[in-house]
């Protein structure tokens, strides 16, 4: 319930901005008074904010205090500053390095807690790559791909992963419930009058990660996808607008070559991948190519709705704003996710779909055009 709580959170606080987005760099440089609302490619926070804090787009950094909460969601974000009450997050890289007053919950790609991290409440994190240093004085919640914990947790724990690590700081102090793609690991001197279990059951969980297999079997599910989409989507706009209005021009005429070279993209990385794999060298490389591969299929139906609204603009010849762009790549996205749940036809809809999108997509890499939305 406390994912929804704050995904309404986010979505409330977004539909409240009194501004649209802002394409250049949004620099806030004096204190604010009340709760403060931006959206823009790029925002820098270098004084204090008095009430809440929330903000939306490419790339975010914090080096001042919030008195409030902040609920944030971006590309990347850099959080340096003091936030005196819970802090929401989803990003796609977020580096935190300062105190949370009370609760952090972050949806991330990438989570880093530096040691310098300081959560004075829970710590639940949702991603791929989590690296948890410095002081948890509340309870730790984690699921991720790569796990990192090497910080002082001082209350219970939860840790799914399919790799976790144990840094040489890592210390807990009350029980800990975890699970390993290996099964069984060794805490060493990590547990302080306590112990860790391995629970197999915890497995299941960690299959819910991907947003394209939410909100399939509950009201509940539903609304985490629909919040999860848009904050998501919300990111996508904010950063590739102008791929997306320039890769639909010629959309039409380049339907099958789009598709084809979808496919390429599509069955090719991962082949590619495979032969990083098989060279040493490359393997780093090849770790970073398949992130960002499963990131990109997670995330197709999202970006095929966002490509798909452009593509109705540009057809009826419409002006439509930031905002209502994002709301109509939302609906056709719980569309899609409808579409998707037929067996057989629903994953043949989801290749050729894909396909396009990126084959579109890197159509406008392979010839730009010049243009702004």
């Keep these: 319930m406390k994912t929804i709580t704050f995904l309404f959170v986010a979505l409330c606080s977004v539909l409240s901005f009194s501004q649209t987005v802002n394409e250049g760099e949004i620099l806030i440089n004096k204190t604010q008074p009340d709760d403060t609302y931006r959206a823009g490619e790029t925002i820098k926070i270098d004084a204090v904010i008095q009430g809440d804090l929330v903000i939306a787009g490419g790339n975010l950094t914090i080096n001042d205090s919030i008195n409030g909460d902040l609920t944030a969601a971006a590309g990347e974000l850099f959080l340096n500053g003091y936030v005196a009450d819970d802090a929401r997050l989803a990003v796609g890289r977020a580096t935190i390095d300062s105190e949370i007053g009370d609760d952090l919950v972050v949806f991330g790609g990438e989570v880093i807690l530096t040691e310098n991290a300081v959560i004075q409440g829970n710590l639940k994190c949702y991603g791929g790559n989590i690296e948890v240093r410095g002081e948890v004085l509340g ?193 056709i996205t719980v569309v899609l996710r409808v579409i998707t749940m037929i067996p057989y036809a629903g994953i043949l809809f989801s290749v050729i779909l894909i396909s396009i999108t990126y084959g579109a997509l890197t159509l406008n890499v392979l010839h730009p055009k010049k243009q702004l939305v």
């Excluded at 910080?151 to 800990?176: M, P």
């Excluded at 079997?217 to 848009?230: G, M, P, Q």
């Excluded at 069955?267 to 393997?283: K, S």
């Excluded at 499963?294 to 057809?315: K, N």
Aim: proline share 1%.
């Design 139 to 331: 309870k730790l919640e984690i699921k991720g791909t790569d796990v990192l914990i090497d910080a002082t947790i001082r209350e219970s724990s939860v840790i799914i992963g399919e790799d976790i690590t144990l840094g040489t700081n890592a210390k807990f102090y009350k029980e800990v419930e975890y699970w390993h793609s290996d099964e069984e690991i060794d805490f060493n001197n990590a547990l302080v009058n306590t112990e860790a279990q391995f629970n197999e059951e915890l497995a299941e969980d960690n299959s819910q990660l991907s947003l394209t297999t939410i909100g399939t079997k509950s009201v509940k599910s539903w609304i985490t996808y629909i919040l999860s989409s848009f904050l998501a989507i919300l990111v996508f706009h904010a950063l590739f607008r102008n791929a997306f209005s320039n890769a639909v021009d010629d959309l039409e005429q380049s339907l099958l070559k789009s598709f084809g070279f979808g496919l390429i993209y599509l069955l090719g990385i991962p082949l590619a991948i495979l032969l990083l794999f098989v060279l040493a060298i490359g393997i780093p490389l090849g770790l970073f190519a398949a992130a960002v591969f499963v990131f990109s299929i997670l995330f197709g139906h999202l970006v095929a709705a966002l490509l798909a609204v452009y593509y109705l603009r540009y057809r009826k010849g419409k002006n439509w704003s930031f905002w209502s762009i994002t709301f109509l790549a939302l609906l």
